[in-house]
């Protein structure tokens, strides 16, 4: 059992050689010092240790080193470097780890809290919590005897974790059900494939997302592609005819796998990142294998949490001509970690080289005089330094120093006070209590009509606390009723049919389709580009 993975405005996210990790917020401003001579060094250390120890003989409570040290005095040393390098606590870095590997052992099901309690998002297909029946919109109310009221919902999620093969005891509250109920889970081996979605969106055009790098994310793509194309084939077509490719929302992890991405889409021998630092020599990163002649159009879609190794894939492809980019600024993220082992299981991520796309344009923003409020929340504008100007292999301007700006910009809206309330409850609360009066089955190609969305609109007239106008009904109509058959969906025929539904509802995805035309007019470009270059 996991939470959704973590949010990437919750927690800052890496991109390392050979890990994904995470790290904690703070307040300071982030300015760059250092003791610039061992005389100094040596002098500091001694400081610190007479104010830790006068620290430790007289405050008003006892000290603990794990607070002090760990939760205290290295951290903040950290912060004062950038915003990336962090320190890890062996529970911390246990948990990188696992996102880092994409399993691990449990129930397998996606928790959220909700007014106080820990809610079912969506039980992984095919994993025991599945089996079992544990359904979308259920609330976890006691695990192993343990009632769950006071507890927050990463504590639940601990305890659902476990070795494999070992019996969990899940109390459950339905709607509908006069009592709760109760189920005995086996944990087992949960996979979190990377690649959680890779279908047609229509026919010849592929959708495929990745929702971070992990281990596997490479293969992942590679199966995905070969999928696309046996289907293609069984259809009389050769192969793709486009690609939507979904970074949006993705953190970034491995920069290998990042590589092993990018490298599918590039011919072989081009360049896909580059990074060095003071005492980190410049390090080229080309194709290995290449697109083998397979090209195709792509239009690759981003946002403001797309960073680290979304950024690299992005960036590749924008320089080298081969993708259209659409969607909004990425968070622009470009800091190499490199993750140092210590003692008793924790773990030290320290910043050790910029990274670089193939053009040269520094992807990472800039964090001077910026507090982590600031560098986390805040929407990145920061897309274009007049001082960090490159050029793309068909001879576009593109600039560096602050993420990656698409080629077609589409802002998100923001929600308003009703899809506030409908997204983070509204919309599964009603679907708990329309399944609780009609059957969980719904038919294949199931649509909500406008007599499901008057359903759930009479529902909310019923629910104390929820306000709402009918002029804000009205304008939020569409965008109701896509989110409303998303849910329902996933909840009667499971999260593929769901994810599916709400992929090919997706407005910004629709764009991406209509799209198409201006990736190969790219290409296209691009190809003849390349031509009359070799030619002279």
Known sequence: MVQRRRSFLLIPLFILAGAVVGGRFGSHLMTASAASTEDDVKSSVHN????????????????????????????????????????????????????????????????????GKTVVIRPFVGSPAYKAGIRPGDTISMVDGKNTDNLTTTEVADMLKG??????????????????????????????????????????????????????????????????????????????????????????????????????FLAKGDVIVSHHGRSSPERVYRAQNGNHGSLYPIVVIVNRNSASASEIVSGALQDHDRAWILGDNTFGKGLVQTVYPLSENTGLTLTTARYYTPSGRLIQRDYANTSFLDYYYKTNTATRNDNDVKMTDGGRTVYGGGG??????????????????????????????????HSIKLPANWQPDDQTVEQLHDWMLKEPNVKFTEAEFTRDHDWIKRNLGTQMILTALGATEGDKYRVETDPIVLKALDAMPKAQALLDTSKKIIVQRMAH
């Open 48 to 115: 610190f240790t007479k104010v830790y120890g006068v620290v430790e003989d007289n405050f008003a409570d006892p000290v603990s080193a794990d607070r002090g040290i760990y939760k205290g005095a290295i951290p903040g040393m950290l912060r004062t470097l950038d915003p990336h390098s962090n320190f890890f606590d062996a529970k911390e870095l246990a948990l990188m780890k696992e996102e880092q590997r994409g399993h691990y052992f449990g129930v397998g099901m996606q928790v959220s809290p909700r007014n």
């Open 163 to 264: 070795p494999r093969g070992t019996t969990v005891h899940i109390g459950i509250v339905r709607e509908g059900a006069p009592k709760p109920l109760e189920f005995d889970v086996v944990r087992d081996d949960i996979n979190r494939p990377s690649v959680d979605q890779a279908f047609f969106v229509k026919p010849g055009f592929g959708y495929l997302h990745i929702e971070l790098f992990n281990e596997t994310t490479g293969h992942e793509v590679e199966q995905a592609l070969e999928k696309f194309a046996a289907t293609d084939k069984a259809a009389g077509e050769p192969e793709l005819k486009g690609l939507i490719l979904d970074l949006r929302d993705n953190p970034g992890g491995l920069l290998n796998e990042a590589v092993s991405v990018a490298d599918k």
């Open 404 to 437: 990656i700006a698409p080629d077609e910009k589409i802002t998100p809206e923001k929600f308003d006070s009703l899809q506030a309330y409908l997204y983070a409850q509204g919309i599964l609360n009603f679907t708990r209590h329309y399944f609780a009066d």
